[in-house]
């Protein structure tokens, strides 16, 4: 147990429908990252927050969004949604300084 | 954050040692090191890291070497439950950076 949780755990939702994706980081960490990987693809980085506020930027569509609240936690939000953004979504989260980043379990995302 | 470059699948026979190579040529004097791995389609885990010395867990040995251009993971004695795609990572050491993700080595151990 790497001590970052998602939720859910999957989520099916329709083509142009909106949802969010929670994560809770270890206790104490102040960053949080989310990722996506599609099917058969690899871990691309969408992006990062640190104490609340926006750090780094990745390959991240207009229709997502994220923030994260003052007790940590942070929220991805996917809108108008296309098949195509069926993907795992992970959350990861690290203290300060250049230690390791542990990551959540993922939430499975399948657009209908 | 430097380029990383890993053979795309390795066979290892359980019991042996597994050794994934990791070449890092363009890597600069404040990027660290560092490996994860996934399993199916699992959270990446946490391996090891080090930026210029050698690091032993109770995982694995990183060796990096001297110029830092490569490094090899070892796995001592890899088992089944270590079959799962590696991730070598060159890392900025600035606080909290992103981990940039590569396609990895698919490592499959087998009987």
């Known amino acids: 147990d790497s001590g970052v949780t998602q939720t859910p755990k999957h989520l099916i939702t329709a083509t142009g429908q909106r949802v969010t994706l929670r994560c809770s980081p270890r206790?104490?960490?102040?960053?949080v990252y989310w990722y996506q990987q599609s099917l058969d693809q690899g871990l691309q980085f969408l992006i990062q927050?640190?104490?609340?506020?926006?750090?780094a930027k990745g390959n991240i569509l207009e229709r997502f969004s994220a923030q994260q609240f003052p007790d940590l936690h942070s929220e991805l939000n996917l809108s108008s949604l296309e098949l195509g953004d069926s993907a795992l979504y992970f959350c990861?989260?690290?203290?300060?300084?250049?230690?390791?980043?542990?990551f959540g379990q993922g939430t499975r995302l399948t657009v209908v | 954050d430097a380029k990383t470059t890993q053979p795309p699948s390795m066979d290892c026979a359980e019991g042996r040692a597994a050794n994934l190579p990791c070449n890092h040529s363009?890597?600069?004097?404040?990027?660290?090191v560092y490996w994860y791995r996934q399993i199916h389609s699992q959270g990446p885990q946490y391996i090891i890291h080090?930026?210029?010395n050698n690091e032993t867990n109770e995982m694995a040995s990183l060796i990096i070497t001297e110029d830092r251009k490569s490094s090899t993971l070892i796995l001592p004695h890899a088992t089944l439950r270590d079959t799962a795609v590696y991730y070598c990572?060159?890392?900025?050491?600035?606080?909290?950076?992103?981990?940039?993700f590569g396609t990895g080595t698919r490592l499959q151990v087998t009987l």
């Open positions: 363009t890597i600069s004097g404040n990027e660290y």
């Open positions: 080090g930026l210029k």
């Open positions: 990861a989260s690290s203290a300060e300084g250049n230690t390791e980043a542990f």
């Open positions: 206790s104490g960490d102040l960053s």
């Open positions: 990572i060159a890392r900025n050491t600035g606080t909290a950076s992103k981990l940039t």
């Open positions: 927050y640190y104490n609340g506020e926006e750090r």
